[in-house]
Nanobody, 127 residues
Framework: QVQLEESGGGLVQPGGSLRLSCAAS????????MGWYRQAPGGQRELVAA???????NYADFVKGRFTISRDNGKNTAFLQMNSLKPEDTAVYYC?????????????????????WGKGTLVTVSS
C-alpha cells in the first residue's frame, strides 16, 4: 500500500504563503493523478487541486489564482504552493493518488477514516 506523508504546514498571517509537500512511497505517483484535499474543523474533506501525470491541473474555485499544484514524478513528490492565504484556508491538508473522476471532482474521495489517507499537515492562517 502507498504511504503518504504531507509536510510544510504551519501558522501564517493572512496574505502569506506556504508550500506543502507530499512524499509517496512506491511508484503509483508516476501513473496516477494526485490530489490535494483539505478539511476544516467541522467541515467535510474537499478537493483543493489536482494534477494528472501529464501535468494537467484542476483547481477548486476558491483557490484559483492563489494556489499552484505541481509534481515531480521522478521523486514521487507533489507540491501545493499556497499564496495570498486567507483565514478560511485554515484546515488540515492531505494528498492522495486519485482517479480521473476524482480529479474532475465528480467522485468523492475515500472517507476520512480510510487507511489510504496520510496524517495531513495543518495550515493555520491567522493574525
Amino acid at each position: 500500500q502507498v504511504q503518504l506523508e504531507e509536510s510544510g504546514g504551519g501558522l501564517v498571517q493572512p496574505g502569506g504563503s506556504l508550500r506543502l509537500s507530499c512524499a509517496a512511497s512506491g511508484t503509483i505517483l508516476t501513473i496516477s493523478a494526485m490530489g490535494w484535499y483539505r478539511q476544516a474543523p467541522g467541515g467535510q474533506r474537499e478537493l483543493v487541486a489536482a494534477i494528472t501525470n501529464d501535468g494537467s491541473t484542476n483547481y477548486a474555485d476558491f483557490v484559483k489564482g492563489r494556489f499552484t499544484i505541481s509534481r515531480d514524478n521522478g521523486k514521487n513528490t507533489a507540491f501545493l504552493q499556497m499564496n495570498s492565504l486567507k483565514p478560511e484556508d485554515t484546515a488540515v491538508y492531505y494528498c492522495l493518488p486519485i482517479s480521473t473522476p476524482q480529479y474532475m471532482g465528480i467522485l468523492p474521495p475515500p472517507p476520512p477514516g480510510d487507511s489510504v489517507w496520510g496524517k495531513g499537515t495543518l495550515v493555520t492562517v491567522s493574525s
